[in-house]
């Protein structure tokens, strides 16, 4: 049983970071071989990582870096997906999907780091809530 997840909560309570603020990266057996996805919360899958890394926070809400490593037409998943990637593959995953996945991871650190629109700074200013009801924070995270 992969047993990921007790670590990352156990980062996440010495650097004092919420769930959300982490990006869980992980093999997906349901993407073709070198695809990317990015995916907000949900469930785990079947991926027995991010079931222990939901049940070790106690939340779903974290943001995770998807990676195909395709599904294989016969025989024992686990060994599929334990087993090591051909020189063909090794060379993709170096060449172009890791680089993907870079960008990626940047993409979303920017945007999490991004600063609140004008409006969402004034309300928060202004002591809370907008006419919606929402506050600042829930605004900007939309």
Known sequence: MNDSGRPISIALK???????AIVVIHDDLEREF???????????GGHNGVRSTIASLQTPTFR??????????????AAYVLAPFS??????????VFPLALATLLQLQLQHAAPPT????RTASS???????????ERVNR
């Open 34 to 44: 070198g695809k990317v996805a990015i995916k907000e919360g949900g469930s785990a």
């Open 127 to 137: 002591g809370g809530s907008a006419s919606d009801g929402t506050t600042a924070k």
């Open 14 to 20: 010495q650097l004092q970071l919420a769930p959300d």
């Open 87 to 96: 020189s063909d593959e090794l060379h993709h995953l170096e060449t172009t």
């Open 64 to 77: 995770r870096l998807r990676i195909g490593i395709g599904r294989p037409a016969h025989g024992d998943i």
């Open 118 to 121: 004008a409006a969402a700074r």
